[in-house]
């Protein structure tokens, strides 16, 4: 079977000539990407940026990390709930500031510096056949999503934006990614992900920070005023994606949020994890740019008991949204309200319900998107689109009907080990997708040496991944 993708024509049929005159040849390009690359190789030169460029951290510790999770006190012993839901997000931002006010301020500083914080393996280069784009080499982050002008009309928004993010897992969570890439040694080729036996399940006290900055400054947007400003090294973008063949430039962007998970099975006994988001407010009271992240909210469940579609009036138990966050953050809320941050795209324009085109659809949160993750060793098919949209894709996308069965399944609460697919041998990766695109890259790199693997896949579902990351990030 061939795949064919989105490259030129000219390359597509040099890579055929290559597979039919023998495999081996065809997947040198593949077989040269280093699962321990820094970054995607676009390096600034010295007149463009002359500071620290960002470190890769993957140093993960062995032994199971002690870690004294202060923000567990405010539970007294019990689940989260709405009352005392701010004062655990405020525990958690206390926990994290040591470090991270400095990663959010003061960016030269933080790649200079040595921490306890780690990052990705399989996420440094660009890999063609899985649509990642990479790691930059100013500040480590990832392209994310694009949205239009549109979406924050109401609070001035100027121009088109895109957000672009950075993720550190702490020491405990770090465990989980030595587990999974124990096989991997710097430096030797094989890179084999291990998943058996729970690996990829995360351990009490894991936190992952996610923080991300958008395009446009406090002139575009005056939300942004004052927020702290990161350099990137990245292509522009236009509301496509990344326009192709035009080379990266150092831009300048202004963090928005700044999400703090952790794996706490006492405040979150059906998932296993407190999913929040701080975001920037520029009338907060404080000091400097990380004083003004405020608690936007926290969710520890989807609310599968609350059929938001039938009973909108029904309140939610298992999301806390924060009365004083700021206008801006609220406009994104998720499905019934649920959890979703600013630039997360839980809102879906223009899909079709029930053969109507529905202008808006708040059709996420963050538990519902980040169940979804799991892998398919093996045949390494992409197993749950991160949204309750009927496959294949259509353009537009038709929705199940909310509060549907089948709707509902994204609305489910279930424990991290259990996989929302039920193909068989699907495993479950505890929430955390950024682990599923990291294994994907595996997996695109592993199909190109070994294409063998695909011999019975039903379809091109590089195709389908590729679209779902696009998909995803609009
Ligand atoms: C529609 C899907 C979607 C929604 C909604 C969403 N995320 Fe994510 N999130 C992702 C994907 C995909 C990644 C992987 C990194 C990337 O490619 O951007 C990610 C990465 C992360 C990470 C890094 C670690 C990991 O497990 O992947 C954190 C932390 C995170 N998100 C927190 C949140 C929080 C908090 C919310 C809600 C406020 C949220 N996310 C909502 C899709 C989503």
Known sequence: MLFINNKPLSIVTTSLLLLISGAAQALQSAATIDPYAINDGQIPSKTEYNGPLWRFNHDYSQTAAQSDRPWTKVLNGKPLNKDNAQAYIEALKQAVAKDMRIMVTKPKEWNSADHNWYSMLWAGEAIEKSGWEGREAVYGTYTGQILPAATYAKSGLKVDIRNHATIYYNDVAANTLQRVWQKCHQGQKDCTPTLTNNAAQFDEGSLVVKSAGVTASGEQWPVMQGAATWQIYRPPFDLHGTIPGKPPVVTNIYVGIFDIIVKDSVAAPETGWVFTTLVYDKDAPGNDAWDRMVPFGAMWGNDPDVNSAQHPEQALQQ???????????????????????????????????????????????????????????????????????????????????????????????????VPQSKEPGAIALDYSTFMEGALMNYAAVETDKNPHLLQGAKEDFWETWRNWQKARKH
């Open 319 to 417: 999301t806390y949204v924060n009365p004083a966050a700021p206008a801006y953050s609220k406009v994104t809320l998720g499905y019934g309200g649920r959890l979703s941050g600013p630039f997360d795209i839980a809102v879906k324009t223009n899909v079709s319900v029930d053969g109507k085109i529905v202008p808006k659809l708040a059709s996420s949160s963050c538990l519902s998107c980040h169940g979804t993750s799991s892998f398919h060793p093996g045949s390494y098919q992409a197993l749950t689109f991160f949204y309750p949209v009927k496959m294949p894709l259509t353009t537009p996308w038709t929705m199940y009907t909310p509060g549907s069965v089948e709707w509902n399944e994204w609305f489910q609460n279930q424990p991290g080990t």
